[in-house]
């Protein structure tokens, strides 16, 4: 028997409490991750709010655009297009009341936060949540991407 999926969805709710960046700014090289077509599909559904253990909300919307936000707070860090399995013009919030990175920091941090998004959504997917798996018959942990 399949585990049951407990991914919670980027919803309706969580695009009304987010907000928009207000200073995106340009990082200069692409991230070099390549996206396979599930990854996509669970971008393109979403990762909405959950807990505290869930720090970032992402969403992978109809036109390609990829944008990530803290989950406490709401507020975009990240904005990148997808195209294929590639991502593309990844830009950082650069607002100094909204986030503090550095773009000579990307987007080695935007990769470890698209993995670590990705991988959650692996993991709610085969029944897990952060605290463990839902029920003792949820089957093994998924594999980590990529």
Known sequence: ?????????????????????????????????????DTTAL?????????MEIRWM????????LRMW?????????????TGDRISGLRVEQHPDRYTG??????????????SVVNELRRFRAGYTPYGPASPSTGPEPSRWP
């Open 102 to 115: 550095s773009l000579d920091q990307e987007p080695e941090l935007f990769c470890r936060v698209l993995i």
């Open 43 to 51: 971008l393109r559904d979403g990762l909405g709010g959950y807990d």
């Open 58 to 65: 992402a969403h992978l919307d109809g036109e390609g655009v």
């Open 70 to 82: 803290r989950s406490w707070t709401g507020l975009q860090v990240y904005e990148a297009g997808v």
């Open 1 to 37: 028997m399949p585990s049951e999926d407990l991914r919670p969805l980027f919803s309706t709710a969580d695009a009304g409490r987010v907000q928009p960046a207000l200073d995106l700014r340009p990082v200069t090289s692409d991230p070099h991750l390549v996206l396979d077509a």
